[in-house]
């Protein structure tokens, strides 16, 4: 993918990917996700005008946000597609190895199951809500996503094209 060294969260496509989960949360989840942000970031986030300025925003923010490129219905592991500065710090990649990682790594083999269940049931309601969820790191730290949010995410065309989170 070759996005190390740059601020590769600042590329057309990029932004158009962060513009997608921003919109799916809002209209699955029902709030926007700076709802889940310090009142300090809320109003910092009012002085984002541009999409520049905003994926620079959310890329830096102090929750993290993850995605990957597929859900369960579609067979092959979904790949990560996405990952801000919190989320690439906590599970120890760099957005190149991210952007290759299936996404079932970011669980132990013991609770990829449970993972499976979640993703699953995420692409049948469109969401679920407020789960801790147990996620190793590539050093294979063990952590907690707590409260989580994942959703799925719709393009434009209002096809499914993956799934995000955040904790």
């Avoid at 597609?81 to 990682?101: P, S, T, V």
Wanted: charged letters at 30%; aromatic letters at 12%.
């Amino acid at each position: 993918m070759d996005k190390e060294g740059s601020k590769w969260y600042l590329k057309s496509d990029m932004i158009k990917h962060l513009n997608i989960m921003l919109s799916s949360f809002k209209k699955y989840v029902g709030e926007d996700i700076s709802t889940r942000m310090t009142p300090e970031e809320q109003e910092q986030l009012k002085k984002c005008l541009t999409p520049e300025s905003l994926a620079e925003f959310y890329y830096n923010c102090s929750i993290a946000l993850v995605s990957h490129d597929g859900t369960p219905s579609k067979g092959a592991d979904p790949i990560f597609n996405y990952g801000n500065k919190f989320a690439l710090e906590k599970f120890g990649y760099n957005i190149d190895e991210w952007c290759k990682l299936p996404s079932k790594y970011s669980a132990e083999q013991k609770e990829q199951t449970e993972r499976d269940i979640l993703l699953k049931e995420t692409e049948e309601k469109g969401f679920a809500k407020e789960y801790n969820m147990r996620r190793i790191s590539k050093t294979g730290d063990i952590f907690y996503a707590k409260e989580c949010i994942v959703w799925n995410l719709i393009n434009d065309n209002e096809q499914l094209v993956g799934q995000a989170a955040t904790f």
